[in-house]
């Protein structure tokens, strides 16, 4: 059951919180020892993202010892094209491989139905994980946001400059919106079940946001993630929603507006003192600690972490990083960051 007390979800709902709730993105992962065996059992990644036993695990891991605020599901963005029947592999060292689809022809190929007998593992690990967790901490579900899973659907790996994606979008907008669409309805369709085995909150990752010219970003980063959290909250109406456009910074204050979005994610580029004043007004920020300086160290370490927490002060913040945490990022680091935050 939701519990309402937790500080992470009061300040989901616009409270002011001091010190302010900590969690970071991509906190289970490589940096962790213990992380890295569980891994190395599994065999390949997405193994490990289907075997609800292992991934409740290591979504559990880094609560264990950093006390976070909430727990984040351990699993993938890929799990959406997968279930929809796209051929989808993590080779070592590599990133993900996708079989492209660049045109309508490819987008046949794609389904909806069964989309959730895929899923239904990972709906395993989040009734596991929501089982066992500590008081107090709050478990997050999430999903990519259609335009960054669109952008690995059609290149078919990691990009500099999605060409590919991008120029379907931009040159023949109305073809590409039937896999926007297919994407709103399979990831509205995920989160729902995420709210029904536990989660408390759900995060949209739209890491390629930033690629995007303003009236694409509007039609294909912040639409589809007002559409789903419409879909979301129609059927789980207090679930708190979290966006995350990254690279997307003026265009946030717009996207924190929209009734359905609880939360605004800000990378580490983006000042706080300016989000303190376009955003804090309108959603909850979360962010931006920058993942490179957690990893590097020194005494900027604990200076920034004041300045990013003081200029958030005034309103509701979540303390978390700009971006994910790095495999390299030594763990006395985030033990420092940790009491930086708490005081
Ligand atoms: O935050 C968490 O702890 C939850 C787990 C999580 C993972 N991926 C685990 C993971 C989350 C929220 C993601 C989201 C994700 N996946 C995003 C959006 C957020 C972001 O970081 O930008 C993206 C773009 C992906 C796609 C993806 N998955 C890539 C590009 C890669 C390879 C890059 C890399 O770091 O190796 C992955 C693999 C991946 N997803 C790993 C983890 C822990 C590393 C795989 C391994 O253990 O070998």
């Not at 989808?88 to 794609?110: H, S, Y």
């Not at 509205?188 to 989660?199: F, K, N």
């Not at 946030?252 to 939360?263: K, M, N, Q, V, W």
Request: with cysteine.
């Amino acid at each position: 059951m939701t519990d309402i007390s937790k500080p992470f979800l009061r300040a989901l709902r616009g409270e002011r919180i001091d010190p302010p709730p900590v969690w970071l993105m991509r906190q289970a992962g490589r940096y962790l020892p213990e992380y890295r065996a569980v891994r190395e059992q599994a065999g390949g990644f997405l193994n490990l993202c289907y075997d609800p036993v292992k991934a409740a695990e290591v979504t559990l891991q880094p609560l264990r010892r950093f006390g976070f605020d909430a727990a984040i599901l351990f699993s993938d963005i890929l799990v959406i094209p997968h279930a929809m029947g796209q051929d989808v592999r993590f080779e070592a060292g590599e990133g993900p491989r996708l079989k492209p689809i660049r045109d309508a022809g490819g987008l046949a190929g794609l389904s909806l139905n069964g989309i959730h007998d895929s899923l239904d593992p990972i709906y395993g690990t989040v009734e596991r994980v929501a089982e066992v967790l500590p008081d107090g901490t709050a478990l997050i579900g999430f999903a990519g946001a259609p335009w960054t899973v669109a952008t690995y659907m059609v290149e078919g790996c990691g990009s500099r400059d999605y060409p590919n994606a991008k120029g379907w979008a931009l040159g023949d907008p109305d073809g590409f919106q039937e896999l926007i669409d297919l994407l709103v309805q399979a990831t509205s369709a995920y989160l729902i079940r995420q709210v029904e085995a536990g989660a408390e909150a759900l995060q949209l990752f739209d890491t390629w946001a930033g690629v995007l010219p303003k009236h694409a970003f509007e039609r294909f980063s912040a639409q589809p993630i007002i559409e789903i959290a419409k879909r979301v909250k129609a059927v789980h109406t207090h679930i708190p929603i979290i966006a995350f456009p990254r690279g997307a910074a003026i265009y946030l204050p717009e996207l924190a507006r929209a009734p359905e979005i609880d939360g605004i994610g800000i990378d580490y580029a983006t000042d706080p003192d300016w989000a303190a004043r376009e955003i804090q007004p309108y959603a909850t920020v979360q962010g931006n600690f920058d993942p490179i300086l957690l990893m590097a160290g020194g005494e900027e370490l604990e200076r920034r972490t004041r300045s990013i927490v003081n200029a958030l002060s005034g309103g509701p913040h979540i303390f978390n990083l700009g971006h994910g945490i790095l495999p390299k990022t030594p763990i006395e680091h985030v033990e420092r960051l940790l009491k930086a935050v708490r005081g």
